[in-house]
């Protein structure tokens, strides 16, 4: 059954602001889920669904907010709950970055990107403080940072006609949100290099062949609570001291990483081939990026300028 985000009980997450409270509880409260973040229990798990059907999940700060309010709750409920499982309504998993969150950034300052995009990561990584194992449901699409919040998690069970990739070089942006950080411990260093290095998708077989998925099922939701029951039934503090040990062991220099990728990132903002990446990826019909932004290094700047 549907739980409401807004309990009393909110653990180490960040008290949300009194405007996304009203959201929140417009949403649990009318008999539509128009809430951003759905959480379920089904016994021992908890099911945390990012819930845009609509834009295929796509990720805006809102829904970082409450996926974070979510991950509060969760944590200080685990008297109760002894894993979660995160997955997204309707057709995707995440197609990652919202559109308008996307254009906004190409008008800030790559000052003030840094700065948003460490916040932006920190919104949806939280799940990794969750102190239960935590498995993705790879239901559909997962691209860019929606792959990436799937490789924070502990486990991935995805669809068999699931598409995967890390896709931002495509776009003209350096990889985020932890990506150069996980995907090369999930599927190894080289495997890592050539999905971010081309932005290819890839499907469900060559994900599990390659280690990005533990396993394929049809129904990956219903697979994923399945594990995740029988890791409740194990001895809780047993369960939750190894998650710990193997994520502190994962997480080594995770933080420089994620500066690391916001700072780039802020440089990719503020470049002609990231608008180029936007104007390619929102034209209709679809159109290939040509992108220009080949520079040398030598003392000297260029003699031609940048396209605006």
């Known amino acids: 059954a549907m739980r409401p985000l807004l309990s009393s009980r909110l653990g180490p997450a960040r008290r949300p602001s009194s405007s996304l409270q009203r959201r929140l509880a417009r949403g649990l409260c009318s008999g539509v889920d128009t809430a951003p973040v759905l959480v379920e229990r089904r016994g021992k798990v908890a099911v945390l669904r ?14 970082g907010d409450a996926f974070a309010e979510a991950v509060g709750q969760l944590s200080a409920d ?3 709950v002894g894993t979660v499982v995160v997955t997204g309504a309707g057709t995707a998993f995440s197609a990652g970055g919202d559109m308008s969150f996307l254009h906004a950034r190409g008008r800030d300052s790559p000052w003030r990107n840094m700065q948003v995009m460490r916040r932006f990561y920190e919104r949806f990584l939280c799940v990794r403080k969750l102190p239960v194992p935590v498995i993705a449901a790879i239901n559909g699409p997962a691209v860019g940072a929606g792959l990436c919040l799937a490789l924070a998690c502990d486990v991935r069970v995805a669809s068999p006609a699931a598409k995967m990739g890390v896709t931002f ?5 350096h990889p985020g949100m ?21 932005g ?16 394929l099922e049809d129904d990956p939701e219903q697979a ?5 029951s029988r890791m409740a039934e194990q001895a809780p503090i047993a369960v939750r001291t190894c998650v710990r040990s193997l994520r502190m062991a994962q997480d080594a220099a ?5 500066w690391r990728e916001a700072d780039a990132q802020a440089h990719c903002y503020a470049g002609p ?12 019909p679809r159109q290939p990026a040509a992108f220009v932004q080949y520079e040398g290094c030598a003392d000297e700047p260029p003699t031609h300028a940048w396209p605006g």
């Not at 990012?50 to 829904?63: I, Y």
């Open 50 to 63: 990012l819930n845009r059907p609509a834009s295929l999940n796509a990720m805006t700060a809102e829904m």
């Open 78 to 80: 685990t008297d109760e």
């Open 169 to 173: 070089v495509g776009l003209g942006l």
């Open 178 to 198: 932890g990506c150069t950080h996980f995907l090369p411990q999930t599927v190894g260093p080289q495997v890592a290099a050539r999905m971010m290095l081309t």
């Open 200 to 215: 290819e998708m890839v499907g469900g077989a060559q994900a599990l062949r390659e280690g990005l998925v533990a396993a």
């Open 224 to 228: 994923a609570v399945a594990l995740a």
């Open 254 to 258: 995770l933080d420089t990483a994620l």
């Open 273 to 284: 081939d990231y608008r180029e990446g936007l104007r390619a990826l929102t034209a209709r």
